[in-house]
Structures are given as C-alpha cells and as structure tokens.
C-alpha cells in the first residue's frame, strides 16, 4: 500500500516545533510527516500561501498515496488556502484543530490596536469575523477538533462561550464539514493532548472520528 503523507501547519506565532508530539505520533503510524515552518507574523494569507506552495508541491510528487493535512488554528486556514491555491492530486484529509473558520472576535476587538498588529502582522488581520476568507463549502473530508477550556482568562471573557480562549466552538463550524468534535482542552496546547493526537490519527486514517 503507498505510503501517505502528512502536512502539518502550525499557528500564529508559533513553530513546527510546536507540533513535535504529534508529529512523531503520526509518523509512529506510518505516515510521511512534514512540519513546515512559515513566518507567520510577517506576511498576509495570501503570500504565506505562495510561499509554501512549492514546499507543498514537492511534498506531493514525492507522495505515493494520498497527502493529508493537519493546521492548529491559523494553519488550517492556511491549508484551506493551499488546496484552494493549488489541489494536490491525491488530495486527502484535513483536520483542524481549533481553526477560526468563521473568524474569532478577538481579532476583531484587537484589529486597531497596534501592539496586536506590531507583534502578530498582517495574517492576523484576516481572522477577524467579518475578514476571515471564505471558500466554497469543502468537496474533501474536513475534521474540526475544538475546545471548551483556556488558560488565558481574559480571551476567555472576550468570547462567547464555549470557546477555547482564542476561538468559540460556534466559530469553527462551517458547512460542509465530515466531523465536528468538542473536547475540553484550550487552544493553545491542544494539538499536544493525548486524545486530541488520536482523534487526529483516527480521522486521517477513516474520515470520522471517534464518539
């Protein structure tokens, strides 16, 4: 059976290091996993979607089965970017862990204030509610895993609840989707909890995910 590959995309602000856990537990599964770094805070969507495109592209030739993608929060809204950009062949799955697909509310309470754009850059101005990007509802298996609990107190209160302290469950609904699973971990380290890594595994591996 060719072998899959994987894509991992990290967040705002963050690293592929970021994604160490459950980068080596997809590869334990045997998987092709590559953890792309991009700069994140310097470059809209639309250049960070050219940037990695020929990073993507070479991933995909060199991929004998299907390549999937994985994006905690604003990395899979990139990887939506990327396959609306430039489909790959043998297109698979896409999970999204905590995405802002219809925007989050804190980049709209926080788009004006300038330390906000200083540190995060043009991207995160694009995740707002009202600026977040739309495609047309997805014709390939898209999984949402989302959260109910934070660490950041403050993104919490500025949220409807439930949300994740970046992100509400409402926010990362779009139609279309294959799977929708709510757990209660926050947005900032779910991509390393346990079940989260293996409900990510379970839907690349079947399209659904656990109940």
Known sequence: MPT?????LHGLGRKAASLARIRSALT???????????PS????????????????AAIAGATAGALHFVGHSMGGILARSLI???RPDRLGRLVMLGPPNRGSEIADRLRHVGLYRRLLGPAAL????????????PDYPIG??????????????MLPRP???????????????????????SHALMMNHPIVIAQTARFLATG????
């Open 4 to 8: 899959d590959s994987v894509v991992l």
């Open 28 to 38: 334990a599964e045997g998987y092709r996993v590559c953890a792309l770094d991009y």
């Open 41 to 56: 805070t310097r470059h809209d969507l639309p250049t960070l979607t050219a940037t990695l495109r020929p990073q993507v």
């Open 84 to 86: 609306a950009d430039a």
């Open 126 to 137: 694009s995740l707002g509610t009202a600026t977040v990007p739309a495609w047309p509802d």
């Open 144 to 157: 949402v895993i989302a959260g109910t609990r934070s660490v950041d107190p403050v993104g919490w209160l």
């Open 163 to 185: 949300n994740d302290g970046r992100v509400s469950v409402a926010r990362t609904r779009i139609p279309g989707l294959r799977g929708h699973l709510v757990l209660p971990v």
């Open 208 to 211: 659904t995910f656990a109940a």
